[in-house]
């Protein structure tokens, strides 16, 4: 319990530390709910579309080379029905996605409360696919598992509303008459479904093997001081925590990045397992599948996000351009360690038993 609370501490508190270093007044940050504004970023540049691009890309090649080379699993696994639970989620999605694109006036009130029963959808409907593959899920096995996940959730998504004032790379139309405390209600139930719903994408996805086979055994991590790398690593996080106050045009990336180094530091430095553990043998499939399960969720947030009202819109600094939905494409970027993250935030919290079975075939 202390290690989490001085997690929380640090989170919270090094972005501050970096506004008090510049002299920003504080009370800007310590607003809640933290409502955001349109802002102007840093304009388009191909130099800065490059050097954010180059990191995914180098990043993300030898995995795919990889698994491309290794031509696949020898085996598949069974199926079974696809639940009627599943059929139901699946035609409850289809309607809200429907209420919640819709210009009909007779939806206009219903549409600003779709989003989050349409993501209770999705998570209903892949926790089906889930049981179809394996005969188990979260919601059918560990429900009790999954509702701490909600729970959590809220407050994780929250930290990040938090992170975005210092950065502001978005902000939300269609709120302006709410009051504080509507807000802070009507937001909190969509952002309940984050982990929920990425945590068991991940599940899903990792009975596919096809997405996975040639890097359950890969290029092994063993360093010969493993504390040493937890502190440097804990270092680096708390600094980039610090940063994007400072520097927050340029840095801004690292309000994905920071916290997932710091969390996962800290636990390693406790000794105690984490999700870059696997590693040690060559095994990347939890980092890889993860990575996945952001991305494929990203990408339904955003979808579903471009004609939905309420909805949030970007300002991001240097790359704004090539939108997918209202995402311009490198964001999308930001969805590969924000599902690690999730994995990680969880584990840690919650001590998930994710990271312990992960070398097991599903």
């Not at 699993?73 to 999605?93: E, I, K, N």
């Not at 889930?130 to 598992?145: A, N, Y």
């Not at 994408?201 to 009975?207: I, V």
Request: net charge positive.
């Amino acid at each position: 319990m202390l290690l989490r609370l001085v997690v929380g501490v640090l989170l919270l508190g090094l972005p501050l530390v970096g506004a008090l270093i510049v002299g920003l007044p504080l009370a800007r940050y310590l607003e809640f709910p933290p409502i955001t504004h349109p802002t102007v970023g840093a304009p388009f540049s191909w130099t800065a579309f490059c050097i954010v691009a180059t990191v995914p890309v180098v990043t993300v090649i030898p995995f795919l080379w990889r698994i491309l080379r290794a031509g696949g699993p020898p085996r598949c696994l069974p199926m079974r029905s696809f639940p009627w639970w599943g059929m139901v989620a699946l035609l409850w999605t289809g309607i809200l996605w429907m209420v919640a694109w819709s210009t009909l006036p007779i939806a206009t009130e219903i549409r600003r409360f779709s989003f989050t029963p349409l993501w209770f959808g999705y998570i209903v409907v892949v926790n089906a696919l889930l049981w179809r593959r394996t005969g188990s899920s979260l919601l059918t096995h560990q429900p009790r598992f999954l509702a701490k996940l909600f729970v959590l959730s809220a407050a994780f998504w929250w930290f990040f509303e938090y992170l975005n004032r210092f950065v502001q790379n978005w902000y939300y139309q269609g709120i302006e008459q709410y009051t504080p405390v509507e807000y802070f209600l009507t937001a909190t139930l969509p952002f309940s479904t984050v982990l929920p719903a990425v945590l068991s994408t991940y599940r899903l996805l990792r009975t596919y093997p096809r997405l996975w086979w040639g890097i359950q055994d890969a290029w092994r991590l063993s360093p010969k001081q493993p504390r040493s790398l937890g502190m440097l690593a804990l270092l680096l996080g708390s600094l980039g925590l610090l940063c994007i106050a400072v520097f927050p045009q340029q840095l801004y990336p690292l309000v994905w990045v920071a916290p997932l180094v710091l969390v996962a530091a800290v636990r390693a430095i406790a000794g105690k397992t984490t999700v870059f553990s696997p590693l040690t043998r060559g095994d990347w499939r939890p980092v890889w599948v993860a990575a996945l399960a952001g991305l494929l969720c990203g990408f339904f947030w955003e979808m579903w996000n471009w004609g939905s009202f309420p909805r949030w819109v970007y300002s991001v600094p240097g790359v704004q351009r090539f939108h997918v939905f209202e995402m311009p494409l490198l964001g999308y970027a930001g969805y590969l360690p924000f599902g690690v993250e999730c994995l990680v935030v969880a584990h840690f919290y919650l001590s998930t038993p994710f990271p312990e079975d992960l070398d097991a075939d599903e």
